[in-house]
């Protein structure tokens, strides 16, 4: 009598199983096991959430956005879209997991794999996933079903790190400027110069993407979605490989006028001509740094059709934004691509 409670038991075991593994397949986070930390943060509640994160999944074979940023320490809900006819999945993890995940899942297509850190979301349906982000640092999202991932459907997710609390102080006139006098350059904190190495910048190019510019990088992620022709792919590819070396070209140099500026008071030299020079310096790096985002913009501009511009900024979440004037727009797409030399918004 034991012995079949048992196997009954077992049964109804077996079926919950089953049961809650189809759910998941219907757009559901995987939750399977009990949360675990992950090199990549931890799965979240519901009632931490502070924002929601939309992506759509295409037959593409792209995520949109591909790349997306969070804060350390922030719970956000990804909302996946499948807007494709088959099934896709989100897997969170670093490169070299989701590349091993990819590599077994390529092995065996079958294979089941149910984790808090996974969605499956089939064609037309919403998934949902909550996740904390509170390791700093570079990771990655992709699908892994079979074909899917070798056809490049990952993007990246960066998890800027809090910055830390300067020790507390017995002077009650501490500043929160505690601790910045361990910097190499003082004026710039590690992701200025992070940012600046990589020739990008803070919102440098807001002007023009938030006014209907398009940039080449984000172009080119909505390169099927916009309906790019082959010369349109080729032009906008050039144009931000060569606006990404010119970019790191003057983010060096601006960083090269930060020190010089900093070293010049640190070696208590500074006079009031010399400070001119320098700030002058650092002030026309900066401002050509800009120009090269802006202008980038431009430059892509008229690569576009204006049908192509409009679909841009609705795909972009502000297709409210003032329409170009149609003069403008004919005579920027009669500009020679001679003159179309400057770099992207990132």
């Known amino acids: 009598m034991n012995a079949i409670k048992f196997i009954a038991i077992c049964a109804l075991l077996t079926g919950a199983s089953t049961t809650f593994g189809h759910e998941s397949q219907q757009g559901q986070p995987m939750h ?165 190495e990589h020739g990008q910048g803070h919102g440098f190019a807001k002007a023009a993407e938030l006014n209907g510019y398009p940039g080449p990088m984000h172009t080119l992620e909505l390169a099927n979605e916009l309906k790019l022709s082959d010369e349109q792919r080729t032009q906008s590819q050039a144009l931000l490989t060569q606006h990404k070396v010119e970019a790191r070209r003057l983010g060096a140099e601006l960083i090269d006028a930060e020190r010089a500026l900093d070293q010049a008071f640190a070696s208590r030299s500074i006079s009031p001509e010399l400070l001119t020079q320098l700030t002058r310096t650092a002030g026309d790096k900066l401002a050509q740094l800009r120009a090269e985002h802006l202008q980038t913009h431009l ?22 934004a003032m329409p170009m004037h149609p003069g403008k727009q004919h005579d920027m797409q009669h500009q020679p691509m001679m003159e179309m030399n400057h770099g992207q918004h990132h």
């Open 32 to 196: 399977a096991t009990a949360a675990e930390q992950k090199a990549w943060g931890i799965a979240g509640e519901t009632k931490a959430v502070t924002r929601t994160i939309t992506l759509r999944m295409s037959d593409a074979m792209r995520f949109t956005p591909a790349r997306i940023e969070v804060k350390q320490g922030e719970t956000v809900r990804l909302t996946l879209r499948n807007t494709g006819k088959v099934q896709h999945e989100l897997v969170l993890g670093t490169s070299q997991e989701l590349a091993e995940h990819a590599a077994q899942m390529q092995k065996h297509p079958g294979m089941e794999h149910d984790e808090p850190h996974m969605v499956h979301v089939a064609p037309g349906k919403t998934g949902h996933l909550v996740w904390t982000f509170n390791r700093a640092g570079e990771f990655e999202f992709a699908c892994l079903i079979d074909g899917h991932y070798q056809a490049g459907m990952k993007g990246t997710i960066r998890v800027v790190a809090q910055p830390q609390k300067p020790a507390a102080s017995a002077s009650p006139q501490a500043t929160p400027y505690a601790g910045q006098h361990m910097r190499a350059i003082k004026a710039l904190s590690d992701d200025d110069l992070k940012a600046y």
């Open 299 to 320: 430059t892509q501009t008229a690569l576009l059709t204006e049908q192509q511009i409009e679909r841009y900024k609705t795909l972009r979440g502000y297709g409210n």
